[in-house]
């Protein structure tokens, strides 16, 4: 299947980079003011005092004009850290747009309609919103699923409900109502986008699958449940249960004149109420269609739609979702003081905030927590896929001035870096508001919460988000780890916090526990259930989200990790950390393909999951082996002519590596910097530090330098759930300036060939 091409004249990622606008504020509060101000105004490119110390360390090499292209790698590798240091926030980390999905802000919009007088959204950021979605509508009037995507039904109805509650008119959006109109109206969407529209009041419930709140009521010991599931397919599935149980509608959906419109709209003029809703459950557009509800899926659908309709089973009904309620309420509760009201994602924020309504507390406490995934950009304001990406960014940057020699050239950024990373690892979280002495380490509460360890680990974003991930993990600790040895002066000034041994003990111990029977990591909790769970994925627009899987990525970042600890420790849980290295290797060399690849889940594509899984192959001892050298050439293979690597959006979306060969982003050949960079990094670790590939791959990074030493913004990086998009904007910076360091660092190594 091919998904749809994207015919939108605007391309989005160019319009994401916005640390500029920095306002110092906390997490990711972005005033539409200082977008204002830097666009009237872009700041000055100065040049920091460190880079002084530069100039002396680069001995006979002349400094790089700003305005002139480097000439040589080194001035490439100075220029393009001198440019993205300038951005480090005050607190260490560097900001970046996480947009890219466009199915959230429709969410974020019905929750701000239904409570107005809570006024969730200012007037300035309505303005931006609207303009987001406007910018992003395609030529036939869809929206994707994603920014870069062509029209689903999903984006397209949930970005028109979010464009008209904000008071877009229905004749400026004529095209968009045909679109939905043409594919079978809104009863054709996906099963998502119609748990808005019944939220909304804009579709009747009957039009939604059973979703039994009754779940939470599994035990432990039966194979199916949702603390089996991928914690964020259960995150979503908890309150959307409650809401689809309590039949929850805006409450004065039917006085309305927006809704009573929408109810038109949608459907067709005075179709609304001869619609056969039942029926509406299982029509889904064929472009919404990527993973297709299975038989057995609906054959369970079908057995629910018994027990939820008929009257003997009321009482037994009414019995249990009376006890389930309870259950995850307290569940419900448990979630959003772990995350201090942020949520683990976008979604379940939402929905809890909707569920929380009456309780005034924690209400107003979900509404600070709103900015957390706001972002401003050139092409407006969205809601985030995550509260930001700081941990995971600032850890492989931490690791990108390790290795190439430049964290002794930018001694303050260290420092600030540093104790970004150190503040971020995860100490402790409380559980529940009744028992504030109650933490994660207690592990009965943990267990009742379906959590796996959290102390010791690294978040994706903020600590105050909380939850610990695999990957963020590994990463954050070898950041740690490499950093350490810069900082000794500031620790020992009293500047900086010492990272005590037991803290990365603690980290050591999250990643252990963490490894599955097959020797893989999964993200953020061990794989508790089975594949076939698979089969019961109801969400028609996602793969593969129904358990945690183990992943090459988070196998990679979690072993490299512990073989950087044991360097470091030889005596601590050695045997442990030795079985865990040669089970790891045994998993990575099972997700090798025939070709020599592996997928990448996480972000587009072969070359960042081939990358993952060379470094993590040498890390356990494999350099130089088979399975290196398929990898080495299957990267090869893949090189275009100009020196570049390049992949299409259509390798996470059909698991096979498609190039894309036609002029993209300013390359005529389709090479992007960033799969130029994962390409070089991956080639570097396996030993083809000197070949011909490789020299070519770092003049053409070189010649794709901006003259300010940033690198252009291209296609999305980022991936999730197989389908769908989301914006890295760290990752043009910090992945070429690791690749140009490693190569570096090789070079030198190498005395018979002198980088000038
Ligand atoms: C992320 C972001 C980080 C990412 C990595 C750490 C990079 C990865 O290696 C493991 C998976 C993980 C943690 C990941 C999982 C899925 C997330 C949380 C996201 C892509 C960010 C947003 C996405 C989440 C599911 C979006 C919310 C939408 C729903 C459909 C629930």
Redesign the pocket.
């Known amino acids: 299947t091919a998904p749809p091409s994207p015919t939108s004249t605007h391309n989005p990622s160019l319009f994401t980079f916005t640390p500029h606008l920095n306002p110092n504020a906390s997490d990711c509060v972005y005033k539409l003011q200082k977008l204002k101000e830097y666009l009237d105004s872009p700041p000055p490119l100065t040049i920091p005092p460190s880079y002084e110390k530069l100039t002396t360390k680069l001995g006979s090499a002349t400094l790089p004009s700003l305005t002139v292209p480097c000439t040589t790698p080194l001035e490439s590798l100075f220029k393009g850290t001198l440019f993205y240091n300038m951005f480090q926030d005050s607190s260490g980390l560097w900001y970046g747009d996480y947009g890219g999905?466009l199915f959230l802000n429709c969410g974020l919009i019905i929750c701000w309609y239904i409570f107005k007088e809570e006024d969730i959204l200012g007037e300035d950021e309505i303005i931006m919103l609207k303009h987001y979605l406007k910018v992003h509508k395609q030529n036939d009037g869809g929206w994707g699923t994603h920014i870069e995507g062509g029209s689903t039904m999903f984006g397209t109805v949930m970005c028109y409900v979010g464009l008209r509650l904000l008071g877009a008119s229905r004749t400026e959006l004529e095209d968009s109502r045909k679109f939905i109109i043409d594919n079978g109206t809104a009863t054709c969407t996906s099963s998502w986008a119609k748990f808005y529209l019944c939220v909304l009041g804009v579709m009747k419930w009957e039009s939604h699958n059973s979703t039994p709140i009754e779940m939470m009521l599994l035990p432990d010991w039966f194979p199916f449940g949702p603390g089996r599931m991928w914690c964020?397919s259960r995150m979503?599935y908890v309150p959307m249960a409650w809401l689809y149980c309590k039949r929850y509608v805006y409450e004065k959906a039917d006085d309305d004149e927006i809704i009573k419109q929408l109810r038109e709209e949608l459907y067709g003029e005075g179709e609304y109420e001869k619609i056969d809703w039942k029926k509406a459950r299982t029509t889904v557009a064929p472009m919404d269609n990527y993973s297709p509800v299975t038989y057995m899926m609906s054959f369970v659908m079908y057995l629910l739609s018994f027990y939820e309709s008929m009257e003997v089973f009321k009482p037994l009904r009414k019995y249990l979702r009376e006890r389930a309620f309870k259950r995850a309420e307290a569940y419900l509760i448990a979630e959003e003081l772990q995350t201090n009201y942020i949520c683990i994602?976008?979604?379940n924020k939402i929905l809890n905030m909707i569920i929380s309504r009456d309780d005034k507390n924690r209400f107003e406490r979900h509404k600070e927590r709103i900015k957390d995934y706001l972002w401003v950009a050139e092409d407006g304001l969205k809601m985030q896929?995550?509260n930001g990406s700081q941990c995971?960014d600032a850890s492989f940057y931490a690791q990108a001035l390790h290795e190439s020699g430049m964290a002794r050239v930018y001694p303050e950024n260290v420092e600030r870096l540093y104790s970004f990373l150190e503040g971020t690892q995860i100490l402790s979280t409380p559980l529940s508001a009744n028992s504030p002495a109650m933490f994660y380490e207690d592990y009965k509460e943990r267990v009742k919460a379906f959590r796996h360890v959290s102390l010791g680990g690294w978040p994706?974003s903020t600590s105050a988000h909380g939850w610990p991930?695999s990957?963020?993990t590994g990463e954050g600790l070898k950041a740690i780890l490499a950093l350490r040895p810069y900082v000794e002066e500031g620790v020992e000034a009293g500047r900086l916090t010492k990272m005590t041994d037991s803290r990365i003990f603690n980290a050591v111990n999250v990643i252990l526990t963490l490894q599955n029977c097959d020797g893989g990591f999964a993200?953020y909790e061990n794989q508790r259930g089975f594949k076939w769970f698979e089969w019961l994925n109801p969400s028609e627009v996602?793969g593969d989200i129904m358990i945690d899987y183990s992943?090459v990525?988070?196998s990679m970042a979690s072993l490299t990790a512990l073989s950087d600890f044991k360097v470091l420790y030889p005596d601590h849980r050695s045997d442990e950390i030795e079985t865990a290295l040669r089970r790891g290797k045994g998993f990575i060399k099972s997700l090798q393909r025939r070709d020599g690849s592996w997928y990448g889940s996480?972000a587009c594509c072969f070359c960042y999951g081939t990358w993952f899984g060379v470094e993590g192959l040498v890390a356990c001892g494999e350099g130089g082996s088979e399975n290196v050298l398929r990898a080495m050439d299957f990267l090869k293979s893949k090189q275009c002519e100009n020196g570049g690597w390049g992949e299409d959006f259509r390798s996470c979306y059909n698991k096979s590596y498609s190039p894309t060969g036609a002029e993209r982003y300013g390359d005529s050949q389709g090479a992007c910097v960033i799969n130029t960079a994962w390409a070089l990094l991956a080639l570097i670790k396996g030993g083809e530090g000197d070949s011909d590939s490789v020299e070519r791959g770092i003049q053409y990074l070189m010649k794709r330098q901006l003259s300010t030493g940033d690198w252009p913004q291209e296609g999305i990086s980022?991936v999730?759930?197989r389908s769908c998009g989301?914006t890295y904007t760290s990752y043009r910076n910090v992945f070429p300036i690791w690749a140009l360091g490693r190569f570096r660092q090789w070079k030198e190594r190498d005395t018979t060939n002198t980088l000038r």
Do not use: A, L, Q, R
Request: proline content about 9%; overall charge negative; charged content about 10%.
């Open positions: 999905p964020h979503v994602g976008p979604v896929g995550y995971w994706f991930i990957d963020c993200t996602f992943y990525e988070c996480w980022g999730f759930n989301i």
